[in-house]
């Protein structure tokens, strides 16, 4: 029988536990603050910081908003980051992508505090992540990796020795997740393939599991499956339903592949869910590890 990775239900159990968590550091004198920037209106992002902030809401840390009109300049950016940075009230922050196009992407994330730096996309936390191979790492990890981990970990999908291809090369899950799959006590062999990899059809099918994160609606086909293969879909993308007459969301994944598949993240309610609950996860680590330092 296929299993279907449920993203919802097990973080409604990890903020369950971040609830408890947060409880504890209160009562210790510590109230955890999670800080997002939004640049502009993008329907999704206002959406998914919305999100957020609900999520902050359930498992008790404070929020903090910190919105700039999409004429926002980069030096108007820049500040409102020091503004965070130098927040007590403010445990860890995000600024939401994407930002405007006259924005340096590279310049803005290298300006959050790494400690600070709740997304985990930092220099200098990505540095940390390449340099341990094993052992504990104690800086913030990317959110989404951190999520597509703990997913296949509560279905007790063992990746030792498995072969992994991962379709997207972006820095929020491409780029990164093999750093996490590759560690010492994951131990998987990851194949990181883009838009000039040749042979893509020919990784997927002889692959163990495929993480299909390119934002590519439907690319993953039942074809391309090898029978009994862990799905997990991250990409997203907005495709006009015709006889609907509205947009939906659709995955990376063609949801004809669940009948080969022994395992698949639905999209959405599989990696989603999982982003938002590791960001939360991310802010109450901070948090214990900067009153651990007092």
């Given at each position: 029988m296929t299993v279907v990775l449920d993203g919802s239900t097990l973080a409604s159990k990890i903020k369950k536990d971040l609830a408890k968590r947060v409880a504890e550091l209160?009562?210790?004198?510590?109230?955890?603050?999670?800080?997002?920037?939004?640049?502009?209106?993008?329907?999704?992002?206002?959406?998914?910081?919305?999100?957020?902030?609900?999520d902050c809401e359930e498992v008790g840390i404070r929020s903090i908003r910190c919105e700039l009109p999409d004429t926002a300049s980069e030096a108007d950016i820049l500040q409102a980051i020091d503004k965070l940075n130098n927040d007590p009230s403010c445990t860890?922050?995000?600024?939401?992508?994407?930002?405007?196009?006259?924005?340096?992407?590279?310049?803005?994330?290298?300006?959050?505090?790494?400690?600070?730096?709740?997304?985990?996309?930092?220099?200098?936390?990505?540095?940390?992540?390449?340099?341990?191979?094993?052992?504990?790492?104690?800086?913030?990890?990317?959110?989404?990796?951190?999520?597509?981990?703990?997913?296949l970990d509560e279905y007790n999908i063992?990746?030792?020795?498995?072969?992994?291809?991962?379709?997207?090369?972006?820095?929020?899950?491409?780029?990164?997740?093999?750093?996490?799959l590759t560690r010492r006590g994951v131990d998987a062999t990851v194949?990181?393939?883009?838009?000039?990899?040749h042979n893509v059809q020919e990784i997927m099918r002889r692959s163990d599991v495929i993480i299909a994160a390119m934002g590519c609606a439907g690319f993953v086909k039942p074809e391309d499956v090898k029978p009994g293969a862990v799905?997990?879909?991250?990409?997203?993308?907005r495709v006009f339903d015709e006889e609907a007459g509205r947009y939906r969301v659709k995955g990376d994944v063609d949801p004809a592949c669940r009948e080969i598949a022994g395992a698949?993240?639905?999209?959405?309610?599989g990696v989603g869910p999982m982003t938002r609950s590791?960001?939360?996860?991310?802010?109450?680590?901070?948090?214990?590890?900067?009153?651990?330092?007092?």
């Open positions: 209160r009562e210790r004198g510590m109230e955890p603050g999670l800080g997002t920037l939004l640049v502009g209106e993008d329907p999704g992002s206002v959406k998914y910081v919305a999100g957020k902030h609900k860890g922050f995000i600024v939401q992508l994407p930002l405007p196009k006259n924005v340096n992407f590279q310049k803005v994330i290298a300006a959050i505090d790494p400690l600070k730096d709740c997304d985990g996309m930092h220099p200098y936390n990505l540095g940390e992540l390449v340099t341990h191979v094993s052992g504990d790492i104690t800086t913030p990890l990317p959110c989404t990796p951190r999520g597509i981990l703990a997913l063992d990746l030792s020795g498995k072969e992994v291809c991962v379709l997207g090369r972006g820095i929020t899950v491409g780029r990164t997740i093999g750093l996490l194949t990181l393939c883009h838009t000039r990899t799905l997990v879909d991250v990409g997203v993308s698949y993240s639905p999209n959405p309610g590791m960001l939360l996860a991310n802010v109450v680590d901070m948090a214990e590890r900067a009153l651990d330092k007092q």
